[in-house]
């Protein structure tokens, strides 16, 4: 919003906040993380934001969520070859089991994930894709709670309710500027 200068209005500011907060609530102190992993996780967030702004105001929308797919998994794909071979650490010795899960994991997330959240920015948007996108720890955590029987506390449920409300007081202003756009 600030490089492209578009105005965040309250409702917007109250939801980033929320999914800030809910965020921040599922980090543990003195658990698992290093400051490294700390690091890794920022630089990864400011690529994924440069990558929803280029999205949506860098020409981009022209292009087919398809087409985008295939060209990041195609330039995704040389530039980990290289860095696999560089470090030694490409392994095509995979049992049977990593196989699957690599190719469902490609699928998954190179294919489905990429391709709907692509079509996500085009409806309605960067800025509420990306809050919107703040759902993913929520699945996370249900996911491992569910099938990994990793623990739920009580920290992660309030992390939970503070970015469900703010996606629900996101629907309900998108409703409500919606409904006064039609009138």
Known sequence: AIFFKQRVDLIRGIVCALCLAGIVAFYTPGGTGSSFGILIALASGFTFASYVLLLDHGGLTHYSPFQMAFYFGVIGTVILFIMNVYFQTLTMNLTPAGWIASILFGIGISGVAVVLFQYGVKQVGAQNTSLLSTFEPVTSVIVGFLFMRERLTTQ??????????AIFILGIADRKKASVTES
Request: charge should be neutral; proline fraction near 0%.
């Open 156 to 165: 992660s449920g309030i992390g939970i309710g503070l970015i469900l409300l």
